[in-house]
């Protein structure tokens, strides 16, 4: 556990990453974390087991910026900051935070690792530690305990989609996947419009970023498989081969299947548009990857 405050101004926090600043500028490497940190220290978080709708996406190959549809993808980010605390927030067009009341809330989070890009994997939460846990010391996170993070909230709501990874104890990536079910349900929020599992075609790129609303995970391979296409044309019909290069290695809960994302998309021609749809054949909550 790290306490310490999360400041928004002069970033572009989104659904799924805050700026985090720790009391103790040596916790992560106390921790044995390996973080990239800015000059006041402050680390970008990558909130583990949910992912957002993207507000802005810069494939590897390409120099456009690319979005999904604006009333999630903004709609989250503005969520996230409720929860922890922030009202007020003014954005510029860029998306950068100008202001926003207070400048900094207390919170603290619970991590073990960072990603590739640098970034705290952890479960975020507002206001005071728990009474009696020691800054920088080990605390064991229950199912209670997880129902309180920004994480499970955003999940519950129906404001982000469940993405795991196979470091998330197993425990609580079952409560989260039960939690998917309600939102689902009530079609609330993503799942209002969620095309993930029921199949997708794309006619224009201005429909991928304005339109749609599919896993983030998906979105940002189709947009990586676009960008290297310079005519600005949407031709899928070779999406499945680009999947079948990439490296998203999972398995399947609770069949415990190994593969890759490939073998479960499927990129067929639609009879009524001629066009070609895209689906994901398992549930979101059913798929976890391997960390890369």
């Known amino acids: 556990m790290i306490t310490g405050t999360y400041r928004v ?47 802005h996406y810069t494939p590897p190959h390409g120099s456009r910026e690319w979005h999904q549809r604006g009333e999630f993808g903004r709609g989250t980010a503005d969520a996230l900051l409720h929860e922890l605390g922030f009202t007020d927030v003014t954005r510029d067009a860029r998306g950068t935070v100008t202001a926003a009341t207070p400048t900094q809330t207390d919170g603290y989070i619970l991590t073990r690792f960072a990603d590739k890009y640098g970034r705290a994997v952890a479960m975020a939460f507002a206001g005071a530690a728990p009474s009696g846990a020691t800054d920088g010391g080990p ?15 955003l999940l519950a709501a129906g404001w982000v989609y469940p ?40 006619a224009s790129r201005d429909q991928l970023t304005d339109d749609l609303v599919i896993l983030p995970k998906l979105f940002r391979r ?4 676009l960008a290297l296409d310079e005519t600005g044309g949407v ?22 299947q190994a593969t890759t994302l490939d073998t479960l998309v ?3 021609t639609d009879r009524a548009t001629g066009q070609e749809k895209v689906t994901l054949t398992v ?9 890369g």
Not at 175 to 189: F, I, K, N
Not at 222 to 225: P, V
């Open 9 to 55: 101004v002069g970033a572009s926090p989104d659904g799924d990453s805050v700026r985090f600043y720790p009391h103790d500028p040596q916790a992560f490497r106390r921790a044995g974390i390996t973080v990239k940190a800015n000059r006041a220290g402050g680390v970008q978080l990558r909130l583990d087991a949910i992912d957002a709708l993207e507000t």
């Open 266 to 268: 499927t990129v067929r």
């Open 235 to 256: 031709d899928l019909a070779g999406f499945g081969d680009f999947l079948a290069a990439g490296d998203d290695r999972l398995f399947t809960v609770p069949a415990g």
């Open 222 to 225: 189709l947009a990586e498989y």
């Open 163 to 202: 993405t795991f990874y196979s470091k998330l104890y197993v425990d609580l990536r079952a409560d989260l996947a039960a939690t998917t079910a309600a939102p689902r349900r009530a079609a609330s929020g993503i799942w209002k419009l969620d095309a993930t599992t029921s199949g997708f075609t794309v």
């Open 283 to 291: 549930a979101p909550e059913h798929l976890v990857f391997l960390e």
């Open 139 to 153: 605390l064991f996170l229950d199912v209670d305990g997880l129902h309180r993070s920004v994480n499970h909230r």
